[in-house]
């Protein structure tokens, strides 16, 4: 197992120093073909040539066979639509309302979850009183009470966040639950022992040993924030990438619905990395394979 | 740096440390039914005494460490610390568990700083307390490290520093050394010795090698299962302090005999 793990390392270790220039040791025309090989054989070299491959498959099989562009637009079509839309500012002040929609859910649903699920950890009433609730609502389906939101919050901003704080509330809720009570039974002696308060337990111990699952659990957050600002912009909505992608459709332009959706794509990746880029400040004493996703 | 470490107090016609009176313990277990952990335990130990424990799995010597740590509530008879009958956990006693329980989000030195920031003690005079202990159990150099850089003997001798911040009159340890090779478990039954005597500090040490026992102990006391009891308390006569060369010595290997042959006798009849 251990040594799996260490020969797994050493190859990544090698295939990143095969990507540098190599070191001009050797005779320079061997050299650089060696260089070339592995550069061919580097990884990230490697998804790049494939992604390549099969957007030119794409193009030629979708010229060759005449597919209609309100089916299946060819990648050079995706391109330019992309390219036109953010150039005129409408792609990028659609996606910055959507964002803003997301992100303001994310970080309400990220201090309800954490604060609620701190409170049922901590107090068995809070827990006997709302659990039964939050195991009730966790079996519905939340985007089901996006319409009945916007009734209630109109069709501006409010609706769409409030969608998107529903859906991403329960992940982080959940795993703080967890994670609050996975602390470790001797690490809780040691402060009992000293006799911690129940707020010197929670600081010291029992929340730092949470948040290996809140982040997991708040790396899902992000995408359902992005999922629920969409389908509440779907239900009703005057801007947005969501409201934008319907306009689209509805004209068969699909060119520029493949565009909203890259812009989608690219929402939620930027999203998981900053807050993988969190984690790894904040949980830098955990290694990632101890935590199990929920 | 023994000055810091020598506690203040007179060792001069004090009570005893601890003094235990017809201690039983009863679990209640999930099934309903209840297990006799302890029986009618009875024991003293004096100021700056050390004292072993040992027996064979199962006969409570975890459970009177913890009801002593006040973790648990025993169930009937008496527990005094010195003066002070027990309640529940004392700024008094140290714990050295038989894992290092280190927080790993800590740095070494505020892992050994986690029982002042509790207590609410003075950090600027502890810190520098909290830095003497580390030299002293050989992990200078080492305090900014955090505890999965460190090997498993090195963390827990940080455990020790720890469980000694507080300047507690007595310290209680679980098997401490269990998990250790035995190179690096004799290494540390020397430190300790020497860690113990700069102290000056009452030891409760719970250990299954009676080797170690011999050792470490002033008085070794002998526990049986089922109920758990104490079959004999035994006075090792060896001089301090104590090098591994003594381990060879006929003495040495009389009280190891003897011991073991109290733990064969009583274990035999289960
Ligand atoms: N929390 C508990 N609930 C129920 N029974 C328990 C509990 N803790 C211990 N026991 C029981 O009490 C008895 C004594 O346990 P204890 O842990 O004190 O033994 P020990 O001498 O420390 O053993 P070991 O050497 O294996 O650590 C055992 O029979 C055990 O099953
Ligand atoms: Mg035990």
């Known amino acids: ?294 | 740096m023994s000055t810091v470490l020598k506690a203040d107090r007179s060792v001069a016609e004090s009570p005893a440390e601890i003094r235990i009176t017809d201690l039983s313990m009863r679990y209640r277990t999930v099934s309903g039914d209840s297990v006799f952990a302890l029986d009618r335990v009875s024991l003293a130990i004096q100021p700056r005494e050390f004292v072993c424990v040992v027996g064979t799995s199962g006969c409570g010597k975890t459970t009177l460490l913890r009801i002593i740590a006040g973790l648990v509530r025993h169930t009937a008879g008496r527990v005094h610390l010195r003066d002070r009958e027990i309640s529940g956990p004392s700024a008094d006693v140290g714990i050295v568990f038989q894992g290092p329980v280190l927080l790993p989000w800590k740095t070494v030195l505020e892992n050994v700083m986690i029982p002042v920031v509790v207590l609410g003690l003075d950090r600027d005079a502890h810190r520098r307390r909290a830095m003497e202990l580390l030299d002293l159990v050989g992990l200078s150099g080492f305090e900014d490290k955090y505890p999965k850089e460190l090997s498993g003997g090195m963390q827990q001798r940080a455990s020790i520093a720890r469980a000694l911040v507080h300047q507690p009159s007595l310290l209680l340890m679980d098997e401490p050394f269990g998990a250790l090779d035995a190179m690096t478990r004799e290494t540390m039954n020397l430190e300790l010795q020497r860690i113990v005597k700069d102290a000056a500090i009452t030891v409760l040490f719970i250990t299954h090698s009676i080797q170690e026992a011999v050792f470490l102990g002033d008085r070794i006391v002998v526990m049986t299962p089922r109920p758990g009891r104490i079959a004999e308390s035994m006075t090792i006569d060896l001089p301090r302090p104590r090098e591994l060369d003594a381990m060879s010595a006929p003495e040495f290997g009389s009280y190891v005999r003897a011991v073991r042959r109290l733990l064969n006798a009583r274990g035999m009849t289960h």
């Open chain 1, 1 to 294: 197992m251990l040594r799996l793990r260490n020969e797994r390392s050493g190859l990544r270790g090698t295939t990143r120093d095969e990507s540098l220039p190599a070191a001009a040791d050797e005779g320079d025309r061997s050299e650089r073909a060696g260089a070339a090989s592995r550069w061919l054989r580097s990884n990230k070299v490697q998804i790049f040539l494939f992604t390549i491959g099969i957007l030119l498959v794409w193009q030629f099989v979708n010229e060759a066979l005449r597919v209609p562009s309100y089916l299946l637009p060819t990648p050079s079509a995706i391109a330019r639509a992309l390219y036109s839309g953010v150039v005129d500012g409408l792609f990028i002040k659609s996606a910055f309302i959507t964002l803003l929609e997301a992100i303001t859910g994310f970080l309400i649903a990220a201090c309800a979850g954490i604060v609620l699920g701190t409170a049922i950890a901590q107090f068995a009433i809070v827990e006997r009183l709302v659990y039964p609730y939050i195991v009730g609502l966790q079996s519905l389906p939340k985007v089901a009470i996006a319409p009945l939101v916007i009734v209630w919050f109109g069709y501006g901003f409010s609706s769409k966040i409030v969608v998107s704080a529903t859906i991403a509330f329960f992940p982080v809720l959940v795993n703080v639950i967890v994670g609050l009570k996975s602390a470790d039974a001797d690490q809780l002696d040691l402060m009992r022992s000293l006799n911690a308060s129940r707020w010197q337990k929670l600081r010291l111990v029992q929340f730092p040993a949470a948040l290996p699952f809140i982040f997991a659990g708040l790396d899902v957050a992000a995408i359902f924030s992005v999922l629920g600002a969409i389908v509440a912009e779907f239900v009703g909505s005057q801007a947005g990438l969501g409201n934008l992608l319907l306009t689209f459709n509805s004209n068969l332009d699909i060119s520029s619905v493949f565009a909203c959706l890259i812009l989608l794509g690219l929402m939620g990746t930027s999203l998981h990395f900053a807050i993988q880029l969190l984690r790894r400040r904040m949980v830098f004493w955990s290694r990632e394979d101890e935590v199990r996703k929920l």
